[in-house]
């Protein structure tokens, strides 16, 4: 598909990852600008690699913190609307992480780079990036860059499998069972201690599951509102939010819009996502609000 983002058209084709990543992966996708000069506001994400082939990104963060980077680039959870441009042509190939996919792909501590952004190689064997990004660069077609990665995610995967599989099932079932996710429901379900918790989540999901909690119970909300399912903020926000201020206040913290201007502006990659995503089958239920 195509569309306008800032002044450049753009270009994006996702992939059905295959069955042997559907628990760590969420999205992939060839991303492409046909001109210098991008800008689109991010909402509240999942962690990504992106792979950029050509052009040099730069993340702005709401707590001020600017990452400018080429190449190879692991991008932690966020939890807030992020600004994501660039001055120059872009190329890239994306990498959505699930939560599981963050614990066996990268092994780092997620919070330790929740809201940033750092370059793969220093996180991962330079050398395995080294030769994932030299393929990439000679692929020629979409398939044959999608089978690229694939090949390096899965090759990745059998060595590093994880023991948070079964928290990240419980988790994400929190997640997405209830417009309102609710701490204690998720404390015992899991049958460890609140402290347990915390932890894991900070590890896996890059912040507190209080934080998380909200994070996704906005983002469900936006995602019913931006595909239609939903009839107005009444609709949207449904039993999970106090009255329409409160609504409005943590919509715009995790999109960054209020709902009226999230329906009116709906940044190019956001709608995309939405749609693209929608139409994938067999993906985990976290997939479709992340």
């Not at 996180?123 to 990439?136: E, G, I, K, R, W």
Request: proline content about 6%.
């Amino acid at each position: 598909m195509t569309s306008r983002g800032g002044q450049a058209m753009i270009s994006i084709q996702y992939f059905e990852p295959p069955p042997a990543l559907r628990l760590q992966v969420s999205a992939l996708y060839w991303f492409e600008t046909a001109a210098p000069g991008f800008s689109d506001l991010m909402r509240a994400e999942l962690g990504q690699i992106r792979l950029l082939v050509d052009g040099v990104a730069r993340n702005n963060y709401k707590s001020g913190r600017q990452w400018e980077g080429s190449g190879a680039i692991l991008q932690g959870p966020t939890t807030a609307p992020t600004h994501y441009s660039a001055n120059t042509r872009l190329r890239l190939f994306g990498i959505g992480l699930l939560p599981l996919g963050w614990a066996e792909l990268i092994g780092l501590s997620a919070d330790e780079l929740a809201d940033n952004a750092t370059d793969l190689g220093g996180v991962l064997p330079p050398a395995l990036v080294t030769n994932l990004m030299d393929a990439l660069a000679s692929a020629s077609t979409n398939a044959g860059r999608c089978k690229v990665v694939t090949d390096f995610l899965q090759a990745r995967l059998a060595a590093n499998r994880h023991a948070a599989c079964r928290f990240t099932r419980l988790a994400d079932e929190w997640l997405t069972a209830s417009p309102n996710p609710q701490l204690d429901a998720l404390v015992a379900t899991s049958g460890m201690s609140s402290r347990s918790v915390e932890r894991l989540t900070n590890r896996i999901y890059g912040t507190s599951p209080k934080l998380l909690a909200r994070k996704y119970r906005a983002l469900s909300a936006a995602v019913r509102l931006g595909m239609g399912d939903a009839q107005g903020w009444s609709d949207a926000a449904g039993d999970a939010f106090y009255d329409q201020a409160h609504f409005i206040r943590e919509f715009s913290a995790f999109t960054g819009l209020t709902p009226a201007r999230f329906l009116a502006q709906l940044a190019p990659l956001t709608r995309a996502t939405m749609t693209q995503r929608r139409h994938l089958p067999g993906l985990p239920n976290l997939v479709r609000i992340a």
